[in-house]
């Protein structure tokens, strides 16, 4: 900020001591600035994964959060506990491209600035959303899907999602 010698120079020219903190001013909200255009890039991120079969297809954006689930037509032939797996296992795909994607914006968007703050930022969402290895195809010993006259148990009722708030890597 200022060198030894510069204060009691400030102090003697107050047009300077202005001018320095109008300075320094306008470059904490030209940060804040780009700090909010990152923001805002990432909260419209959304990342998509399919199962290898194309049976499930998830979408989640930068928080992690399910934004978008869609099943295709050999979702059907599963039992239920390998479409959960598929769903989950898909699931984890999209969000291990969470850290690279975020990490892509704020390179655009901040370019060197603040590398302690982005580190922290970028390792805190590695550790939340870690890659994982490549899908595994289901065992051929999976038990079959249940024929249509087999008698199904009673879905659960829908729950609503939890409020996102605080959600965000923001």
Not at 24 to 38: F, I, T
Not at 91 to 102: D, E, N, P, T
Not at 114 to 142: H, V
């Amino acid at each position: 900020m200022t060198r030894p010698n510069e204060l009691g120079d400030l102090i003697r020219d107050p047009d300077e001591a202005q001018r320095k903190m109008d300075q320094w001013a306008q470059g904490l909200e030209d940060k804040a600035q780009r700090y909010a255009a990152a923001q805002e890039r990432t909260e419209q991120l959304r990342l998509t994964a399919s199962s290898s079969d194309g049976a499930v297809k998830v979408t989640v954006g930068a928080d992690g959060g399910v934004t978008g689930l869609e099943f295709g037509t050999k979702a059907r032939t599963y039992p239920l506990e390998e479409l959960s797996r598929q769903i989950l296992t898909t699931m984890h795909r999209a969000q291990a491209g969470i850290s690279g994607q975020v990490a892509e914006v704020m390179q655009e968007t901040l370019g060197d600035e603040d590398q302690e703050t982005r580190s922290l930022m970028i390792g805190t969402l590695r550790s939340r959303f870690p890659e994982i290895e490549e899908e595994e195809p289901a065992p051929d010993d999976a038990p079959p899907a249940p024929s249509s006259d087999t008698p199904q148990a009673p879905r659960d009722k829908r729950h609503e999602a939890p409020d996102d708030e605080g959600n965000s890597p923001w």
